[in-house]
């Protein structure tokens, strides 16, 4: 979920053609999160196969991934999270009673037929489990498209991989790769440009968006290493943060008075004890250099067997998946299209 920088953010609006060519670290859990969140059927019940395999997050990720490939040229590489740190165990304790709650009052609205509650609720209840992580990267593996698995956080090694240079920016809609020191994020690549709210029942527009680390720092007049404090006087997915102390209140106390350590007193007694392990997991995360990010060859046969034949896929639909990807290595040039 990552930490509220909203009320601070500077961005600039991006068109999906100022991203043409462009090579983008997927944020990948949160991408198929999203598609479970959103695929859904009109009782917020996910889609599956014939054998009640859930396959929300796989139309998503075939369906919006090559158009993009195909019609922008932009060139994902999909980041999955690794082992998650155990200062992150509050909070994925927190999100399972969240999911666990969501569920009961999804199949209470269910039950008296107010589906529109029930799709709201169904959107909070998502759990990415091991099988669909799977079932994406062998889609992906398919498809050619290539992928990293992270040591820990999906977005430090998305961010490492960004500060190198091996991509252009990293693709989430949480901020947590600013703080782990990626120059560039781009939130919001998607086609169809809809966001719904659960909270309100609407769907909302939107835009990508492009967030500049070395632009944000020089604006908020804040080091990488305050605006690591900010977040954790805020809070984040290791820490919760000092009751009454919003992004705005941070970012005065932090110009003010330098480091948390350095606070008054009254705020002081509120922050987390293991600060020097926070900054750490943020300024020096687990990373690794050991990944490949060059495009394979496309499966055709293989996708075919396995989304058509294992999980109940139309075969006009995967047929127009495979036409993108042609379509898309083709783009790239000779040494990529001779392969067809």
């Not at 480091?259 to 004890?273: F, H, Q, T, V, W």
């Amino acid at each position: 979920m990552g930490f509220n920088l909203t009320p601070l953010i500077v961005k600039r609006r991006l068109t999906l053609e100022e991203l043409r060519g462009r090579t983008l670290a997927v944020d990948a859990n949160n991408l198929l999160y999203q598609f479970l969140a959103l695929i859904r059927s009109k009782d917020g019940s996910p889609f599956t196969d014939s054998q009640g395999r859930i396959t929300s997050h796989i139309v998503g990720l075939i369906m919006r991934t090559t158009r993009l490939m195909a019609d922008y040229s932009i060139r994902p590489i999909f980041v999955f999270d690794g082992k998650p740190s155990e200062l992150k165990s509050t909070t994925l304790a927190e999100r399972r009673r969240s999911r666990e709650k969501a569920r009961e009052e999804w199949k209470e609205a269910v039950g008296r037929g107010d589906y529109r509650a029930a799709w709201s609720k169904a959107v909070r209840m998502n759990s990415l489990t091991q099988d669909m992580q799977n079932d994406a990267k062998k889609v992906l593996d398919l498809l050619g498209i290539p992928r990293v698995q992270a040591t820990e956080e999906g977005e430090a090694q998305a961010a490492y991989m960004a500060a190198r240079g091996d991509v252009w920016a990293v693709n989430s809609r949480d901020y947590d790769s600013v703080l782990f020191g990626s120059p560039r994020l781009v939130r919001y690549v998607t086609i169809s440009g809809q966001e719904y709210l659960p909270s309100k029942g609407i769907s909302r527009p939107l835009n990508p968006e492009l967030i500049q680390l070395e632009e944000l720092l020089a604006t908020l007049q804040l080091t990488r290493e305050q605006l690591v404090d900010l977040a954790i006087l805020v809070g984040t997915d290791f820490n919760q943060g000092v009751r009454g102390v919003g992004p705005k209140t941070a970012l005065k106390l932090l110009r003010t008075n330098g480091k948390l350590e350095s606070l008054p007193e009254n705020y002081r007694e509120d922050i987390p004890a293991n600060i020097a392990e926070l900054r750490k997991a943020f300024m020096n995360p687990s990373v690794t250099a050991n990944y490949d990010l060059e495009f394979k060859r496309l499966d055709e046969n293989g996708l075919m067997r396995f989304l058509c034949d294992e999980r109940g896929f139309g075969r006009e639909r995967v047929s127009l998946v495979i036409n993108r990807m042609k379509q898309f290595y083709a783009s790239e040039g000779s040494k990529l299209s001779s392969w067809f």
